[in-house]
């Protein structure tokens, strides 16, 4: 399934929201926008101005350089099919005094996450490196593993307002902030794991939060946790009593007892 390229409205609030704008001006007052080239004189000194041309909000720099260059990521989230799709991309700008502003569009990675919760990911290659930006734009949109930078990318970089998720996910996910993980990891967990849902409306925020950030301790030990509800058990730390419950099971112990589960 082929994917349309970034349209002209989300190409547009990229370059106004996601990049930087900058005004040049000169001791004698002269400024210049960065965006459209456009130059007007001022004896105004602030920090920030307007640009009588084009209408830009920009950052004044006090500075007689002629050319700068910048990048800056950003998310597109949307349907495509019966799949949730989360696409990233980079945009760079090349700015020179006089001249109106370059910009490029660069995709690098999707996420896919189907109706049942898989997650698969489409990406360039990365070098072996923590840096955000150490991307081989060379290399083809292959399937990659779910590289941290990925995930970082998806979670702290703007994302495009007009969103649009599964009608499957009864939660909002988009007004609580994808909990604080990445969206596509959220959304796959909501809809890999229905406890979730039923954590998040009858628990305490730190257990909701804890499960939600270890999915495999929240199959694993649901059964037993239960059980150990039910029966008023106060869980001081999560994470031990998951272990705990991990021990009973590789010590061949019922882990629905509340003799055992609840300690």
């Known amino acids: 399934m082929k994917l349309r390229p ?3 409205s989300q190409a547009e609030w990229a370059i106004r929201e996601c990049s930087d704008h900058y005004a ?4 004698s007052g002269k400024n210049t926008c960065t965006d459209c080239g456009h130059t007007w004189n001022t004896d105004c000194k602030t920090d920030k101005c307007v640009c009588p041309h084009c209408g830009m909000k920009l950052d004044v720099k006090n500075t ?3 050319k700068i260059s910048g990048k800056m990521c950003f998310n597109v989230l949307r349907m495509t099919g ?3 799709t989360l696409r990233m991309f980079v945009i760079f700008a090349e700015m020179r005094k006089g001249k109106k502003a370059e910009y490029n569009i660069v995709e690098i990675c999707q996420y896919w996450v189907a109706p049942n919760g898989q997650c698969e990911v489409i990406g360039l290659r990365r070098s072996m490196s923590f840096y955000v930006d150490c991307f081989a734009f060379g290399s083809g ?4 593993s779910n590289d941290e930078v990925f995930s970082f990318i998806a979670r702290d970089f703007p994302m495009y307002p007009k969103v649009k998720i599964m009608s499957s996910l009864h939660i909002d996910v988009v007004g609580n902030k994808f909990f604080g993980i990445s969206p596509a990891k959220c959304i796959s967990r909501f809809l890999s794991l229905p406890q979730l849902e039923t954590l998040m409306k009858n628990d305490t925020k730190d257990v909701f939060n ?3 950030n270890n999915p495999t301790n929240c199959r694993y030990c649901w059964a037993s946790y239960k059980v150990a509800k039910r029966h008023r058990y106060e869980f001081h730390d999560l994470g031990l009593w ?3 419950i991990k021990m009973l099971k590789t010590c061949k112990k019922d882990v629905h007892n509340p003799h055992f589960i609840c300690p």
Do not use: A, H, N, S
């Not at 040049?24 to 001791?27: A, E, F, M, Q, V």
């Not at 949109?141 to 990659?144: A, D």
């Open 6 to 8: 970034v349209t002209k």
């Open 24 to 27: 040049y001006r000169l001791k």
């Open 64 to 66: 007689q350089e002629r």
């Open 82 to 84: 019966k799949y949730q």
């Open 141 to 144: 949109m292959e399937i990659r």
């Open 210 to 212: 804890y499960f939600l």
């Open 242 to 244: 998951c272990d705990y």
